[in-house]
């Protein structure tokens, strides 16, 4: 079983192949009481102790659980607590379990199993966890929860053995105020059941490990009518039946209306954004689909829902089984955006079903993920589409590799060393887009997308329900072309596969060690127009310098309009923004002249655009450029959202001008309160602060 160094629990020691969890929302002290019993077994002779990972957890009792209605307590400690680690919770065992060495692979014996049972509580500060009040959701009534432990974030919400390359089983009864819908990373088996002992003693409903419910009362404002009484409460059960690691646990609960988007899938959203968000994805079936086709592999999770969250919400979407969550940032209108969602339909695969065994590997869940969801979108357009959304992510790649000091940074490896580091702070678009890159050069040297495919589903079939690490991917992709040489491989392609460099791959920081070809015909206009904006600009650069050349430029008038770009898709705008970026990098004062700047605003209604992929690429431009006019959309798209995405590049460009710095580091102070924790960490690291 792989290291995980991201961990403190004993799991080469013991596994947890269950969890049932009871959770009881405390929206006044913006907190969760609950409970869950772990059903473990062990890997080994003599294992007297259960270690779990926690941070931030009260732990307030752990017993060992010998049938339903028998208990008995047990000693447990919690240790010193690391700054990223959290704190291990030591629980001692009566008596050590044993897994007999002779049989590892058959049934477990009983002297192999135990159920142990802890109640626990979180804290305000959970980094999993972001409670709303009800002025932050688009409604304004009603309060709003919402979780997020990728990476390390469960043990903010659950002592659990805090690694991917655990998976287990679980259940749920979760106990929320009425009117709330609460939804979890599971098939939603029964709700409605009105809960607790206030409401005439329940026992069916109630929570039998979390019965403290005097002081769970919503907050009521006065201009919700609705909650007349606080302490009505309704329960939800749910199943999760297929295998997960910890990190893919979530939960929600807000006032929650959902529309019907075919026979395996519905959008759930706030009453006030529930039909905007049915329209924009009403093509979640054919992505549902195409991804089954390329996988070969069935779509396991029962059902793929979607879950508008409030704009806080800090990742364009987290692939959560059953339930993704998504940015209300697509919300855009035109379904333009929707590309995201056949990102997170492709993790149903490359993620969930295949999981990285430790954050190490993270561009196992991300880099195939890429290559699964740029094949679903081009399947369901043309060829041409995916070269451009190809060249894109290389484009993409490059700038993030240049920005994090290229070489330099560990962390534009592949494979990362996390030894005493916390893997938030490795997150970047690298594992995604040069994960994509890798794969894609493989496909390459294999004689291209027909051959290929078939690795990607056998690989998928090889590692279902299971973890994987690079090694193991790259033992795969060689077994399965040593195997299938003389069907797949000629000569040629056969020395290429014992010419790759895979500790240059895997293990060498800065840009890959070989440039992949693209068809550039459909990116090849925005290209143009960028190079063309990048010679005006020039040109007006030599204004600042007494010569004819510079009155010549300076009488100029921009050879612009807003035909330019008419009939242009978002990706389009973007390639052309970011390619331009790139141009611009390259000069002395790596930036837009001003008057520039200004004048594309104009010209393409840049400063006017609704569409974020769009404004906040130009809107970086803007500020490098000083053009302060940038500053108020810049300002209202920070204050009004919590996607690390936007937030972040916005937050970096206005702290690295000496005229905006400070509006940067008010800004956020203002608002740092209403982001998610790990978006609030993440973008203090980028101002400099603690």
Request: charged share 20%; aromatic share 10%.
């Amino acid at each position: 079983m792989a290291h995980d160094p991201t961990t403190q629990s004993n799991y080469q020691d013991i596994k947890v192949n269950h969890l049932s969890f009871e959770f009881d929302v405390d929206f006044k002290s913006k907190i969760v009481e609950g409970y869950v019993e772990l059903q473990a077994q062990a890997l080994k002779e003599a294992v007297s102790e259960l270690v779990l990972d926690t941070r931030d957890l009260t732990i307030l009792s752990a017993s060992l659980i010998s049938s339903p209605t028998e208990s008995s307590p047990l000693r447990f400690e919690l240790g010193t607590k690391d700054p990223i680690l959290g704190s291990p919770l030591k629980i001692l065992l009566p008596s050590p379990l044993s897994l007999p060495a002779s049989s590892p692979s058959a049934a477990p014996p009983p002297s192999a199993l135990a159920s142990v049972g802890i109640r626990f509580r979180t804290s305000p500060n959970s980094s999993a966890l972001q409670f709303m009040n009800p002025e932050q959701t688009k409604g304004g009534l009603y309060p709003f929860l919402f979780s997020q432990c990728e990476t390390i974030h469960a043990r903010s919400l659950v002592p659990c053995q805090d690694t991917p390359v655990i998976k287990s089983t679980y259940d749920a009864l979760v106990r929320v105020p009425r009117p709330l819908q609460a939804l979890m990373s599971a098939l939603l088996v029964e709700e409605g059941k009105r809960g607790g002992h206030h409401d005439g003693g329940a026992t069916d409903a109630s929570l039998p490990h979390v019965d403290d419910l005097d002081s769970k009362l919503l907050p009521s404002p006065s201009s919700s009518p609705t909650i007349t009484d606080p302490s009505k409460v309704v329960i939800y059960r749910f199943r999760q039946p297929v295998p997960i690691p910890i990190y893919l646990l979530a939960l929600a609960a807000g006032r929650l209306e959902s529309r019907e988007l075919g026979s395996r899938s519905c959008v759930w959203a706030e009453p006030e954004t529930v039909e905007a968000a049915a329209f924009e994805f009403a093509e979640t079936a054919k992505f549902l689909e195409a991804g089954e086709k390329l996988a070969n592999t069935p779509y396991v999770w029962g059902r793929y829902d979607l879950l508008v969250m409030p704009p806080s919400f800090p990742y364009g979407g987290m692939e959560n089984p059953c339930v993704t969550f998504v940015t209300p940032t697509l919300l855009v209108g035109d379904r333009s955006l929707t590309n995201v969602i056949a990102h997170e339909i492709s993790h149903s695969w490359t993620g969930n079903l295949v999981t990285n065994a430790t954050w190490e590997h993270f561009w196992l869940n991300e880099g195939w993920t890429r290559l699964l969801e740029t094949k679903i979108l081009g399947a369901l357009s043309n060829p041409a589409t995916l070269q451009f959304l190809w060249v894109r992510s290389a484009m993409t790649m490059k700038a993030e590799i240049d920005r994090l000091g290229g070489a330099s940074n560990p962390f534009t490896q592949l494979e990362w060393d996390l030894q005493g580091k916390d893997p938030d702070d490795a997150f970047s678009s690298v594992p995604y887009e040069k994960g994509l890159y890798f794969l894609l050069y493989l496909q390459g040297l294999v004689g291209g997308a027909e051959v290929f495919d078939r690795f990607v589903q056998h690989y998928i079939a090889t590692f279902k329900f299971a973890t994987v690490t690079s090694d193991q991917f790259k033992d795969c992709f060689l077994e399965f072309f040593a195997k299938n040489r003389a069907e797949l491989l000629d000569e040629d392609k056969k020395a290429k596969l014992e010419s790759i460099d895979w500790q240059a791959w895997l293990r060498k920081p800065g840009m890959p060690p070989a440039v992949n070809v693209y068809d550039e015909s459909l990116v090849r206009q925005c290209f143009d127009l960028a190079q063309k904006w990048f010679e005006y600009a020039q040109a007006v650069d030599l204004s600042s310098s007494p010569s004819p050349a510079a009155a010549s430029a300076e009488a100029q008038t921009p050879p612009f309009s807003p035909a330019d770009v008419t009939g242009w898709t978002t990706e389009q705008m973007v390639a052309f923004l970011e390619k331009l970026a790139d141009l611009m990098g390259g000069t002395t004062k790596n930036a837009l002249p001003l008057r520039v700047a200004a004048e594309m605003a104009e010209v393409y209604g840049l400063f006017q655009s609704k569409n974020p992929e769009i404004s906040v690429p130009f809107l970086k431009l803007a500020i490098a450029a000083g053009d302060l006019s940038a500053m108020p959309p810049t300002e209202a798209l920070v204050r009004a959202q919590g996607r690390m995405k936007y937030i972040r590049p916005l937050y970096r460009a206005m702290f690295n001008q000496p005229s905006t710095k400070n509006d940067a580091l008010r800004i956020f102070q203002e608002v740092r309160h209403t982001y998610h924790p790990i978006a609030e960490k993440m973008v203090a690291q980028d101002l400099g602060l603690n």
